[in-house]
Nanobody, 121 residues
Framework: QVQLVESGGGLVQAGGSLRLSCTAS????????MGWFRQAPGKEREFVVAIDWSGGSTNHADSVKGRFTISRDNAKNTVYLQMNSLKPEDTAVYYC??????????????WGQGTQVTVSS
């Protein structure tokens, strides 16, 4: 079992940046592949980015490639999402997730409560 707590969301103007954090407690953090998902109003939850246990491999959705970067600090049990060049269509609730497998093919077992990101035009 692992508990995930996100932080760092907020309101930002288009073109701006935000960094989200997700801290895990419970079982060994390095057991998990970590990921970020988002859900916009009226839309289904969608995959954003994932990172393998070591931080050596990442997988990004096409919509965020070149703008969003995922990283993890295993000593701090924390995964980060650096979001640059934000667009209004990035507005959503962002969820941290932990799972098993690889950053390209994971089974997501644990979810955070979500943090709101709003990008104004």
């Amino acid at each position: 079992q692992v508990q995930l707590v996100e932080s760092g969301g907020g309101l930002v103007q288009a073109g701006g940046s935000l960094r989200l954090s997700c801290t895990a407690s419970g079982r060994a953090f390095t057991s998990y592949v970590m990921g970020w998902f988002r859900q916009a109003p009226g839309k289904e939850r969608e995959f954003v980015v994932a990172i393998d246990w070591s931080g050596g491999s990442t997988n990004h959705a096409d919509s965020v490639k070149g703008r969003f970067t995922i990283s993890r600090d295993n000593a701090k049990n924390t995964v980060y999402l650096q979001m640059n060049s934000l667009k209004p269509e990035d507005t959503a609730v962002y969820y941290c997730a932990a799972g098993y497998g690889s950053d390209y093919d994971a089974k997501w077992d644990y979810w955070g409560q979500g943090t709101q990101v709003t990008v104004s035009s």
